[in-house]
T-cell receptor
Framework: KNQVEQSPQSLIILEGKNCTLQ??????????LRWYKQDTGRGPVSLTI?????NTKSNGRYTATLDADTKQSSLHITASQLSDSASYIC????????????FGSGTRLSIRP | GAGVSQSPSNKVTEKGKDVELRCDPI?????LYWYRQSLGQGLEFLIY????????KSGLPSDRFSAERTGGSVSTLTIQRTQQEDSAVYLC????????????FGEGSWLTVV
């Protein structure tokens, strides 16, 4: 069964600190993996997209890694800011129909001043 | 347009009424997706359009749900005889050609069935 699991479910850190969010998946055959940021009450916004051959991709203070062998991805946020408070969603696409885009339940990140 | 536009942004309807939700994708995007997100939950796939055709309707939860897309652009999601469990945010997204491209989301239509 194609699944995407994220951890932790929620996380609270102090402003300026770093954090890492985890995503494990069992989607097969794998096509790509994306990380999205979703502010409360808003639509998700794309942060990174990685294919099988890519191990890491950065977008400003966000760095995503992908280990296709262990089927794990992480999103590292450096020097967190209050505006980073949001849900971070891991999305994995499988080859096949469009329904093979599987969303994780997200990690709710709260940054405290 | 500059982004994916959805309307209405908020809709409160009485149980049993029909509702229509509209999505205007980014100009030139041939792929269009509808998702549903209940409060505090993840996104649930509903339907996918490639141009005007819907090769994947597997996510529609019941026959009360239908969607169409005309002119390869605007899409309408219709929910007939709404039920309270239909209350959710309905998100539309589009991409240039396929799911290999970046998927851009609209801000969603918040539906409340009372």
């Amino acid at each position: 069964k194609n699944q995407v699991e994220q951890s932790p479910q929620s996380l609270i850190i102090l402003e300026g600190k770093n954090c890492t969010l985890q995503c494990n998946y069992t989607v097969s055959p794998f096509s790509n993996l994306r990380w999205y940021k979703q502010d409360t009450g808003r639509g998700p916004v794309s942060l990174t997209i990685m294919t099988f051959s890519e191990n890491t991709k950065s977008n400003g203070r966000y760095t995503a890694t992908l280990d296709a062998d262990t089927k794990q991805s992480s999103l590292h946020i450096t020097a967190s800011q209050l505006s980073d408070s949001a849900s971070y969603i891991c999305v994995v696409s499988a080859l096949g129909s469009a329904s093979k885009i599987i969303f994780g339940s997200g990690t709710r990140l709260s940054i405290r001043p | 347009g500059a982004g994916v536009s959805q309307s209405p942004s908020n809709k409160v309807t009485e149980k049993g009424k029909d509702v229509e939700l509209r999505c205007d994708p980014i100009s030139g995007h041939t792929a269009l997706y509808w998702y549903r997100q209940s409060l505090g939950q993840g996104l649930e796939f509903l339907i996918y359009f490639q141009g005007n055709s819907a090769p994947d309707k597997s996510g529609l939860p019941s026959d009360r749900f239908s969607a169409e897309r005309t002119g390869g652009s605007v899409s309408t999601l219709t929910i007939q005889r709404t039920q309270q469990e239909d209350s959710a945010v309905y998100l539309c997204a589009s991409s240039l050609a396929s799911r290999e491209d970046t998927i851009y989301f609209g801000e969603g239509s918040w539906l409340t069935v009372v």
